[in-house]
């Protein structure tokens, strides 16, 4: 792999790094000032919903521009915003930001929040990189080495962000993103890229154009499954991220969960350099499905008994498998599509894939609350496998899972017999 790849991912992890210490920070920040969890929760559900929406506009953009002008615009855009909230919390008396209705609260809430979002830009063209400098056949390792750098910054940022809130405070954090994303800027102006030109198709590079970017991937059959596919799977998944923290916390204190969930989070970094030392095989798309298998089985069976040991192996898999289902997905699009599409397709799948996400989080409260604890903690199930299984609250959290993951699978052994499945299995070997 080139040294000029090995420069870029190094400038894009250290940007992603700032975007998600600014995110996560400023989360704690704002929840320390307010104690309101009606605040924290808008501020998920817009920032999910944000990021699943913003990839439609923000992949034509990649495509419109030459790579490296769009992750210059990215951190350039991320560092203008994190200067106005700068501007406004030194500007604004600290009483004020206890007001969770007060306007400049919200408004340095949003410059941070489109600040980290701007981010996605770098996320889009990245991939759309690896098809410049990487040899084909050397793409896979690369997009495990992307999935690598996003578990370091997800890490770092995640350790980082509370002690840097807890210890300095928010003025402090805000210098060190503004002062993160300057030598980022400065540092990736010192890349030499070699981009040609900026090919534009069909006169419809100044907008959106999600009819063209639909008619691309219809071009290659089967990636509309693959993307409706990973989407499924992200709808399924977001029951363990939503609820995950609940059912751990019955099992352990805060202070371990806390800790064991840092390093649980090293499973995305492990996947990501296994994938860059030996890549995804002969067909990324059966790597992708084998290792959906797993984590549907794991994630079947890692609640199966009240032991935070069994959770904890099954999630570290689990994080684990992450990274290679993300390269598979990047290698097969990074092939089959022509790169001056690559913008559009990667944030079109992004859009499509990441707005399972919220909905997940609307939906599942209601049906764990009302359905699966009620069911083992005094209805049919307590009764029926309670013995053996467990009865309580944790215990109907932990039956939901096993439900997920038993859906998943089924899923998944279905879509691997699914002509969709065939017919792009059959269209990468071409190329």
């Known amino acids: ?22 995110w996560f920070a400023v989360t704690f920040w704002v929840y320390l000032q307010t104690k309101s969890v009606l605040v924290m929760s808008v501020m998920a559900g817009v920032y999910l ?17 030459k790579k490296k002008t769009a992750m210059l615009l990215s951190s350039t855009c991320s560092l203008i915003l994190y200067i ?41 063209a990245l991939p759309a990189l690896v098809t410049i400098l990487i040899p084909e056949t050397e793409r896979d390792k690369a997009n495990g080495l992307v999935g690598t750098a996003n578990g ?7 350790l980082f962000s509370g002690m840097v809130i807890g210890f300095l405070g928010a003025y402090w954090m805000l210098v060190f993103a503004m002062g993160l994303m300057i030598l980022a800027v400065l540092h990736l102006v010192a890349i030499a890229i070699p981009e040609k030109g900026v090919v534009h198709l069909e006169h419809q590079t100044n907008r959106i154009d999600i009819r063209g970017t639909i008619r691309a991937i219809h071009l ?4 509309f499954g693959l993307i409706f596919f990973n989407c499924f799977n992200n709808f399924l998944g977001g029951v363990f991220m939503s609820l995950m923290d609940a059912y751990g916390l019955s099992l352990v204190s805060v202070q371990v969960w806390g800790t064991l969930w840092g390093f649980l989070s090293v499973g995305f970094i492990v996947g990501g350099l296994v994938v860059g030392k030996v890549g995804l095989g002969k067909s990324p798309l ?13 994630a079947a069976f890692f609640t199966i008994q009240k032991s935070i040991a069994l959770l904890a192996i099954g999630v570290f898999i689990y994080m684990c498998l992450i990274p290679v289902v993300e390269a598979s997905e990047q290698t097969i699009i990074q092939a089959v599509i022509p790169l001056e599409r690559q913008g559009r397709v990667f944030g079109f799948a992004q859009s499509i894939e990441q707005a399972a996400s919220p909905l997940t989080a609307f939906m599942i409260g209601p049906i764990a609350q009302f359905i699966f604890i009620p069911f083992m903690t005094t209805g049919a199930g307590a009764d029926l496998i309670g013995s053996w299984f467990g009865t309580g609250a944790d215990r109907g959290i932990a039956l939901l899972f096993t439900v997920t993951g038993l859906i998943g ?6 879509a691997m ?12 070997q071409k190329y």
């Open 152 to 158: 370091v910054s997800f890490l770092i940022a995640s």
């Open 409 to 414: 699978l089924v899923v998944t052994l279905m």
């Open 84 to 124: 106005l909230a700068y501007i406004i919390f030194v500007s604004t008396p600290s009483s004020v930001f206890t007001n969770p209705a007060s306007v400049p609260l919200w408004v340095f809430i949003t410059l941070a929040l489109v600040g980290a979002i701007a981010g996605n830009i770098r996320t889009i």
């Open 1 to 22: 792999m080139t040294k000029t790849f090995y420069a870029v991912l190094a400038n894009s992890l250290l940007a992603s790094l700032t975007n998600n210490f600014v």
């Open 286 to 298: 059966r790597t992708l499905f084998l290792s959906n298998i797993v984590m549907w089985v794991i």
């Open 49 to 65: 919903v944000t990021v699943a929406l913003s990839g439609f506009f923000l992949g034509s953009l990649v495509d419109r521009y």
């Open 220 to 223: 290659v059959p089967g990636l």
């Open 417 to 428: 017999r699914s002509r969709s499945y065939r017919k792009l299995s059959a269209n990468y």
